[in-house]
């Protein structure tokens, strides 16, 4: 049968599995250089530093955007402990392919039935490096999960750290300014909040309410990527913290956002994935967007192959 969608990617079967591979045209420990000379993808994995420095060779990326594993299905058998020590490797790769001055965001989930893990000790894990903490964001969703007896739970975190003494250009949300009554004197005259306004519009904290999560009906939406990130989160965070034409880094592809915020906004994108079926997936995903000017497939399937094995989940 043609696939039409999949709920997971991550959880197909091996049947599945082998056949979604042989569409993939990398395999570990290979690169994939864009055509038209802005972007690199590799298949590999974040922890090996041989194989993340050769994608950069002497490129220095000034903002790296990490969607890591929550601690769940590929490492659903390993101990809070074991998770930490692992992301202490590919922070310590980030690390060695930054600029002197850059930033380092990372989405990590908390999960509020066991204490909040990874996310506390994520954080005393980065307190031991040279990074400076510079916000702790939170990304509401539309939609979320939860239980009669407890809150829903409706929040991303997403931790921004700085090395060095990286720029940063203030943003602009689609949210009207309406409220009035912050006064303050400027060289001796007395105004008001709308008055001084660089914008009709208010800036973003760091609790983000204007961003849709990503569902099935939306063109960005990339079957089978569970918990894709919006591409506006996204190309917000690199509108803020790089310039026009600058390297952006990303060690967990997933879905090919990051790259596409990259293509988009003109950063060049060099980003990874240890499984080669998110690594072709964001390749295709580029290919698909300048062929149609599309960020995703909505409810389609990337991957066209007639299989005799259905996706769990469809």
């Not at 989930?109 to 996310?119: E, N, V």
């Not at 490096?129 to 964001?137: A, C, E, G, L, P």
């Not at 079926?277 to 960020?295: M, N, P, S």
Request: aromatic residues 10%.
């Amino acid at each position: 049968m043609l696939v039409e969608k999949a709920d997971r990617l991550d959880l197909t079967d091996e049947n599945c599995r082998s056949l979604l591979l042989e569409q993939c045209r990398l395999k570990q420990g290979e690169v994939w250089h864009d055509p038209e000379g802005r972007h690199v993808v590799g298949c590999g994995d974040a922890t090996d530093s041989l194989f993340v420095k050769s994608l950069f060779e002497d490129t220095r990326a000034t903002l790296a955007v990490h969607d890591p594993p929550y601690n769940l299905v590929a490492f659903a058998m390993k101990s809070v402990d074991e998770y930490i020590n692992w992301c202490k490797k590919w922070v310590e790769n980030t690390s060695g392919i930054l600029a002197e001055h850059a930033s380092m965001y990372v989405w990590l989930g908390a999960d509020q039935k066991k204490h909040f893990q990874p996310l506390p000790q994520f954080m005393l894990m980065m307190a031991e490096t040279d990074y400076v903490s510079r916000s702790f964001i939170t990304m509401r969703n539309q939609r979320g999960y939860g239980t009669q007896k407890n809150w829903m739970a409706v929040r991303q975190e997403l931790l921004c750290y700085t090395w060095g003494n990286p720029e940063f250009e203030v943003q602009y949300t689609d949210i009207p300014k309406i409220l009035r009554g912050y006064y303050k004197e400027v060289q001796g005259r007395r105004s008001e909040n709308l008055e001084r306004s660089r914008s009709e519009t208010i800036r973003p904290g760091n609790v983000w309410v204007d961003i849709q999560q990503v569902f099935y009906r939306m063109h960005e939406n990339v079957a089978g990527c569970y918990a894709q990130k919006p591409l506006k989160a996204i190309a917000r965070i690199i509108l803020a913290s790089t310039t026009s034409g600058d390297t952006v880094t990303d060690f967990f592809a997933h879905s090919g956002t990051t790259l596409i915020a990259c293509e988009q906004n003109n950063r060049k994108c060099v980003t990874l994935d240890i499984d080669p079926i998110f690594a072709e997936l964001t390749i295709r995903r580029l290919e698909h967007y300048r062929e149609t000017g599309k960020v995703g497939w909505q409810s389609e399937q990337p991957f066209k192959h007639n299989m005799t094995t259905s996706i769990a989940g469809i």
